[in-house]
């Protein structure tokens, strides 16, 4: 969620693990390391059960963007393991995490429906918190070239039909974040990545039969016409209408 405030909140707990992104302004805390400020691009974290209040420094409101992950999800991280893993300090001033918060966040702006990537984001992000910031690092994914190859076997086979990253870790037996570490060390890109290239190449396929651009965006798995653009242009370096209109007779 995205929140602008100048309220001030009492102490309380989540249920939930934390992180957050403080976008504009300046925020204090209460938590278990003493008072803590953090300010414009700093990340913020709390651990489930932690007490903490917040309010606004000097009065003036805030903006923060903030996110909450079940603990099931971070045990998953952890290979399924109950021993607690914690965010050891509560005001980060971490540059790889402001980008990955800011890319989670720009996505959920442009395609709020797009669960493969949005589940991709969140990986990353929380894999990134707790190798470099948590009480204990990820479970190291391994080698699993059949896993990875059953899984870009589905991607290819049915490119148009929706995925979740949760769907394709069940068929390859791993986690959402060793899956997502393995596929990426094996192809070099992500799941969802590597699935747009496969919906880019259906698309190019089916405008060339002479379906119309939006014709191509559905059947080719993109939610519309201007998502399949973006993605078109950005693989195949010009757009499908100009593609669609070099391959017209002269």
Do not use: K
Not at 101 to 106: A, K, N, T, V
Not at 242 to 247: E, G
Request: charged fraction near 20%.
């Amino acid at each position: 969620m995205s929140l602008v405030s100048n309220r001030a909140f009492p102490r309380h707990s989540h249920d939930q693990y934390g992180i957050g992104l403080i976008c504009a302004g300046g925020h204090r805390s209460w938590s278990g390391a003493g008072r803590v400020d953090a300010v414009t691009g700093d990340i913020i974290t709390v651990n489930p059960g932690e007490m903490h209040d917040g309010a606004p420094l000097g009065g003036a409101s805030r903006a923060w963007h903030m996110l909450y992950f079940d603990p099931d999800l971070i045990r998953e991280i952890f290979d399924g393991d109950d021993a607690s893993a914690e965010l050891a300090r509560p005001a980060l001033d971490d540059p790889l995490l402001r980008r990955l918060m800011e890319r989670l966040f720009q996505h959920l702006a442009a395609a709020p429906g797009d669960s493969l990537a949005l589940e991709e984001h969140c990986q990353a992000l929380l894999g990134a918190a707790f190798s470099r910031h948590g009480s204990r690092r990820p479970s190291a994914s391994h080698s699993v070239p059949n896993a990875i190859a059953r899984v870009r076997q589905r991607l290819d086979d049915a490119p148009h039909a929706p995925t979740t990253l949760g769907e394709l870790s069940a068929m390859a037996g791993l986690s959402r974040y060793q899956l997502l570490r393995s596929f990426s060390r094996t192809l070099g890109t992500t799941p969802h990545a590597y699935l747009l290239q496969r919906r880019v190449l259906m698309a190019r396929s089916l405008i060339a039969d002479g379906h119309s651009l939006s014709q191509a965006a559905l059947a080719a798995g993109f939610s519309d016409q201007s998502h399949m653009s973006r993605a078109f242009t950005r693989q195949l370096g010009l757009p499908p209408g100009r593609y669609r209109r070099a391959l017209l007779p002269a």
